[in-house]
């Protein structure tokens, strides 16, 4: 997987320990653009202390 700087990624699972665990590191120490999460029955809501929806 090649990802840029202009790369948007979606996080399967977002709200689940692991996933969601992964999604924080990815985010504050590499940078990486997550732009929303995919979570079953969890529409709708926002993530901790990011401004993302999970779908």
Known sequence: MNLTP???VLVQGITE???????????KAYGTNVV??????RGGWKWREFRFLIW
Do not use: F
């Open 6 to 8: 202009e790369s948007k």
């Open 17 to 27: 320990s692991p996933a969601s665990t992964r999604a924080a590191l990815m985010m």
């Open 36 to 41: 929303a999460g995919v979570s079953p029955g």
